[in-house]
């Protein structure tokens, strides 16, 4: 989440340059790959501005190839494949045995909104968006890298010369959009045969934190690290905290169980209780249990949890099953922390862990792929130009 406000940011920067802009964006992968479908890198020319397409080998190839391959103006879909050895796949930081195809175009924001100009926007209003993207079509029927766009308000933006393969795909994108999920796809309208990258990109996890205690702020500093949206509320006034946690993204200066009015409280909702003030948590952790928040995480021993939830229920408060399964009392996962930066560490990956659907375990005791492959998965089906397909044990020693 991070990474794609950083090539956004970059982008903003350089787009009224005299350079050439060429985004790199992964769209489609098969087998183990470093990265997976969405990961982007910004770049002039010369050189790499901002995100990244692999574990950082790829980057260099890419980088030295990307001015030619698109002098034309044309998009170009470049296919890395490493799954012939395994010895050059971790070479090319790609993973074992696994192949990555790449979009590689360049921007030109003065022809209209490019595709981080949506994103971008997307962003920074805080709403999903999803694209899809054309890779490969039959009989250059459409254009590759031709795109439909859309967003949570119903905002559009098209690329595709096809009216009717246009309405397909924006069809594509509401359903992915309702789901959570994108994928590669094949679509058939009338005599065009494309296959499309689907991708749903998220806004960024809106985290609130109650508290201003010393433990706060490395919390506030890991948690912009893989770039949520924080917000902070304390008892001081909000200049004071935008002071103490510049990286925050909101401050409220107010009694935490004050501050709930004040607050969107949504169902994607992440809220940690830090104030070290019983009576305070005890008020804010009643208001928290009604909203539609979907985790709650408690500072403390378990048994200052089950204290909390007793003294409710002696005020007349009847939590339910589903509203108790979303209090994490103690937050965080059990490494054995000790000290703010590591407890730190503990609560985000607790709250990864979550966001992902995972129970923390160690990733060695896991038998299933560290990477669950897309809901709408299939394997290449129309030709691709051989001269765009680069053996991984070549690539970093090959020439233009």
Same mark, same amino acid.
């Given at each position: 989440?991070?990474?794609?406000?950083?090539?956004?940011?970059?982008?903003?920067?350089?787009?009224?340059?005299?350079?050439?802009?060429?985004?790199?964006?992964?769209?489609?992968?098969?087998?183990?790959?470093?990265?997976?479908?969405? %990961?982007? $890198?910004? $770049?002039?020319?010369?050189?790499?501005? %901002?995100?990244?397409?692999?574990? &950082?080998?790829?980057?260099?190839?890419?980088?030295? +190839?990307? @001015?030619?391959?698109?002098?034309?103006?044309?998009?170009?879909?470049? #296919?890395?494949?490493?799954?012939?050895?395994?010895?050059?796949?971790?070479?090319?930081?790609?993973?074992?045995?696994?192949?990555? *195809? @790449?979009?590689?175009?360049?921007?030109?924001? %003065?022809?209209?909104?490019?595709?981080?100009?949506?994103?971008?926007?997307? #962003?920074?209003?805080?709403?999903?968006?999803?694209?899809?993207?054309?890779?490969?079509?039959?009989?250059?029927?459409?254009?590759?890298?031709?795109?439909?766009?859309?967003?949570?308000?119903?905002?559009?933006?098209?690329?595709?010369?096809?009216?009717?393969?246009?309405?397909?795909?924006?069809?594509?994108?509401? /359903?992915?959009?309702?789901?959570?999920?994108?994928?590669?796809?094949?679509?058939?309208?009338?005599?065009?045969?494309?296959?499309?990258?689907?991708?749903?990109?998220?806004?960024?996890?809106?985290?609130?934190?109650?508290?201003?205690?010393?433990?706060?702020?490395?919390?506030?500093?890991?948690? +912009?690290?893989?770039?949520?949206?924080?917000?902070?509320?304390?008892?001081?006034?909000?200049?004071?905290?935008?002071?103490?946690?510049?990286?925050?993204?909101?401050?409220?200066?107010?009694?935490?169980?004050?501050?709930?009015?004040?607050?969107?409280?949504?169902?994607?909702?992440?809220?940690?209780?830090?104030?070290?003030?019983?009576? *305070?948590?005890?008020?804010?952790?009643?208001?928290? @249990?009604?909203?539609?928040?979907?985790?709650?995480?408690?500072?403390?021993? +378990?048994?200052?949890?089950?204290?909390?939830?007793?003294?409710?229920?002696?005020? &007349?408060?009847?939590?339910?099953?589903?509203?108790? &399964?979303?209090?994490?009392?103690?937050?965080?996962?059990?490494?054995?922390?000790?000290?703010?930066?590591?407890?730190?560490?503990?609560?985000?990956?607790?709250?990864?862990?979550?966001?992902?659907?995972?129970?923390?375990?160690?990733?060695?005791?896991?038998?299933?792929?560290?990477? @669950?492959?897309?809901?709408?998965?299939?394997?290449?089906?129309?030709?691709?130009? /051989?001269?765009?397909?680069?053996?991984?044990?070549?690539?970093?020693?090959?020439?233009?």
């Amino acid at each position: 989440m991070r990474e794609l406000g950083e090539v956004v940011t970059a982008y903003r920067a350089a787009r009224s340059g005299a350079q050439p802009l060429i985004l790199a964006t992964l769209v489609r992968v098969e087998g183990s790959t470093y990265r997976r479908p969405g %990961a982007r $890198m910004l $770049m002039t020319g010369e050189r790499q501005l %901002a995100g990244g397409i692999s574990g &950082g080998c790829l980057e260099s190839d890419v980088l030295r +190839k990307a @001015l030619w391959r698109t002098e034309r103006g044309e998009a170009v879909v470049i #296919q890395y494949d490493s799954r012939a050895d395994d010895e050059f796949a971790f070479t090319m930081g790609l993973g074992c045995n696994g192949l990555v *195809e @790449l979009l590689l175009e360049r921007l030109d924001p %003065a022809a209209g909104p490019t595709v981080l100009d949506f994103l971008g926007q997307a #962003q920074d209003e805080r709403v999903a968006a999803a694209v899809a993207t054309v890779v490969v079509a039959q009989g250059e029927c459409e254009r590759v890298g031709a795109r439909v766009m859309r967003d949570a308000l119903g905002r559009t933006a098209c690329t595709v010369g096809d009216a009717a393969l246009a309405r397909v795909l924006d069809g594509d994108l509401q /359903e992915a959009l309702a789901s959570g999920h994108g994928g590669y796809q094949r679509r058939e309208v009338g005599a065009c045969v494309v296959e499309v990258a689907l991708e749903v990109v998220r806004p960024p996890v809106p985290l609130v934190v109650f508290g201003t205690g010393v433990d706060v702020h490395p919390v506030v500093e890991l948690a +912009k690290n893989v770039g949520w949206h924080v917000t902070v509320v304390g008892t001081r006034p909000s200049g004071n905290l935008r002071t103490r946690f510049p990286r925050a993204d909101a401050w409220v200066g107010s009694r935490a169980d004050r501050a709930l009015g004040e607050l969107t409280l949504d169902d994607r909702t992440l809220a940690l209780l830090m104030t070290h003030n019983y009576p *305070e948590d005890e008020a804010v952790l009643a208001g928290l @249990l009604t909203s539609p928040v979907r985790y709650i995480g408690v500072l403390g021993p +378990k048994r200052r949890t089950e204290r909390l939830l007793t003294s409710l229920r002696e005020q &007349g408060a009847r939590p339910t099953a589903e509203q108790l &399964g979303r209090v994490y009392g103690p937050m965080g996962l059990d490494i054995g922390a000790e000290g703010g930066d590591e407890i730190a560490v503990s609560i985000i990956a607790e709250l990864q862990a979550f966001l992902s659907g995972r129970d923390g375990g160690a990733l060695r005791s896991r038998s299933a792929p560290i990477h @669950l492959e897309p809901e709408r998965f299939m394997p290449r089906t129309l030709p691709f130009a /051989e001269e765009n397909v680069v053996q991984a044990t070549c690539a970093l020693g090959s020439e233009p």
